[in-house]
């Protein structure tokens, strides 16, 4: 057993298995651990982490582990010490410490599982993020999904579609011990940018503001939840190469976010690099801020999210008129999708133990019931339709981009070129902006939002104060 | 396509390919390039690494395309770049771009695959890293891996072998844009090891000393090439927890290399926290020095690799008679394997793509012909029993461990308490050790070795001048 214990008590895992028991009734769920996956051969392999069900209900990354929750008892299947780990890994957890640290009712080694399949005729299961655990799935339970890609929601059935809506009901207000955790991830997140600020100067690379930013995460335990971006091309929205050089009239923006046990935090802030935002970088700096701003204040229970994003489309659509870049009504625009000329992506999304929480479960998670994806560009991006409640964790991420494969694109912008919405000469004036994005995980509350990244330098004035203040 | 394109010339991956096809005649050979890996959800995905054999013969990581070399002919199948790869990931490289990058005869859709498969009927491959384009591979060339396992040279068929057999041929000596790659990884590893001897001093985290050395690894565009070993407990041997505080009279060992463009570098040293050994590390200290640097310079065409390992252990076994802990003659002590309960591991390994060069087809790769693992503890170990030869990179990393689970093992250790030949009352002397390792990187010349890893502080003098020099 080379997994760890849980660094919580084992009340909070022992309450969240009775949660899913309560809601199954009668169902068995079958929860994998995951496995180790290979990098380039199977021993050298990437940082193991456990899959995030697994991670809830248990409380620590467990290497092939399998969790049995069967009405009120829970079972949980180990891959016992062995004498080499002693050898090679040091001292192992005894079954029985598992057993005290994760409150499950039995822990077994993982050979004796088969003497259980019987039981579990009508479990469901989830799909594993590692394939070869999804494999041992397949083995287990009867599944038969597609070895050569990812199961969806799709390939689930009657008994799995149970268990994922137990975990979503579960997973989408986070408990106190789940809230503890999020805080520490956001605390690993706030000094790493923190750290990049001061390390930049014209000059570095955009791995050098990386590094440092990533040694903070690292130096509290924590890893990147997510392949970080930092990046001057802020226009390329998944953008994982750090080979630019930093010039003085660039705009720098790191969306960097630490894990934390499991744990995600997920945070963007833009910066001058020079330490002072140019008048045309200010001025879009500003109205993305503003919007990302209202947009936090929305996050309260009943609201509906998707109207978070479009009042925050809505803030972006009126600072782009105002600068001449955008011709028409505010609300108009937005009815319309013009904003997503300079805004394609949602506003934001769920945020829990992975960075879009329960992604695995498409937008089963992510949109209630009855609610589907828009077919209109960028509102489609939208990754959360759901009204908002005490406990859920979302980010607000408004940004401003100006990307040539949207502009010259003739499907998505020749329509707003052609009848004079988009201005492009008067967008021309702010080639030096390229991407802004704001980005904080907000708190939903029975009172007012809780802004859990509020420390991270924002406004325009703190953030041009922490930039290059090593120097 | 959102892989990235060679930064050598083509003619070195066309040279390669020209190679692979010399050495099997009519029968294809199919080498898959490997995809993204999910973390915990499928958009969230590890940092991709390329399958090591495409990288040898295409020269840049390539999610899913599929390499089909055919007697002189070389194809590329690749995912071609659509409209959402312009939009998130930016611009990518045409179809023809790739062509040249590569020197490849054609570029074509993944897509186009199956119309050649009829083609490729006697086709060889190699099991990929990634389990999901395993099942691409089983489908495409009716394998029947194991779906739960990472398959080994017994799964592979008669075609495969011809493959294996072919690409181990031309691996295991490198040629100059090889050895170009791995100085470039070298490079990167000094640095790391170089700031995190500057920045130890007692009190800080593990984490900190692992933090700063990555970043070295990061500012230069390289990944750590396997799971860092930053620890004050070096003799719990594969250590990846990075949690404990460093104490003025421990001792830090460091096993970390860099990655640069998928060529690895892999390096150890042990330095202590203070900047000073105490008597009993500099005593050890100096005996694994002295076994390193005589088996550095065995590193020469001809000499049998096992014959490196034994020379090693013997010397090291002189140096644990003289400090009382073994009793006996070294040579003698080595016949009977009395020098691994101290020093349990092989003295090194191939060195390349893979930081276990070719590890993914296992002892075919690293052992001769008719050469066999070795039953005793510790030689059972040895990763490489070859005859080296000029353009062979090896590691050579002897080491001086106290581990409990060994030394308190009856099978392994009471043989030698009971005749006395391990003197516990004398090791325990050396309680402030835990373990030393010291690794170099050397390349097999015609003349003298080359140990490219030569500029890392390895003296122990050196070592304690560099330690906390930044402070």
Known sequence: ?????????????????????????DRPAVIFGGGERSRNYPANVYPYR???????????????????????????????PDADDALWHGASASLSTVRTATGVDAVRPLSELSEVAERLEDAG???SADPLTRAKQCA????????????????????????????????????????EMIRGAVAA???????????????????????????????????????SIVTVHGEVLHNNVYQHRLGP???????LGGEHHGWASDVTRTWPVAGRYSAT??????????????????????????DVHLHASVVLARGLVDEGILRGDPEGLVERGAHALLFPHGVGHLLGLDVHDMEDLGDRAGYA????????????????DRDLEPGMVVTIEPGIYIVPAILENERIAGPFLADGTLNKEALARFADVRGIRIEDDVLCTDGEPEVLTAAIPKEAADVEAAVGAAS
């Open 369 to 384: 019931q009855g609610r589907t994806r828009s077919a209109q560009f960028g509102l489609g991006y939208l990754r959360l």
């Open 125 to 127: 299961t989830l799909p």
């Open 189 to 227: 997140t706030t000094a790493a940018h923190r750290a990049g600020m001061e390390i930049t100067r014209p000059g570095l690379l955009e791995h050098d503001v990386r590094a440092a930013m990533e040694r903070e995460l690292l130096a509290r335990g924590c890893e990147p939840a997510y392949g």
């Open 50 to 80: 456990g899959d995030s069900h697994f991670l809830y209900l248990v409380g620590a990354p467990m290497p092939d582990a399998v969790l049995v929750v069967d009405g009120g008892r829970s079972e949980l299947f180990v891959v016992p």
């Open 1 to 25: 057993m080379s997994g760890h214990l849980p660094v919580q008590s084992p009340a909070v895992f022992s309450n969240r298995r009775a949660a899913l028991a309560d809601a199954l009734g």
């Open 281 to 306: 970088q200010r001025a879009l700096y500003d109205i993305v801020l503003q919007a990302e701003k209202e947009a936090c204040a929305m996050v309260k229970p009943g609201v509906r999210y998707r």
């Open 140 to 179: 287990l339970l009867g599944r038969t999904w597609d070895p050569t890609r990812a199961p969806t929601v799709a390939d689930l059935d009657e008994d799995d579609l149970a268990v994922a809506d137990a975990m979503i009901g579960l997973r989408l207000s986070h408990d106190e011990a789940a809230l």
């Open 249 to 255: 009239s660039d705009l720098l923006l790191a969306d």
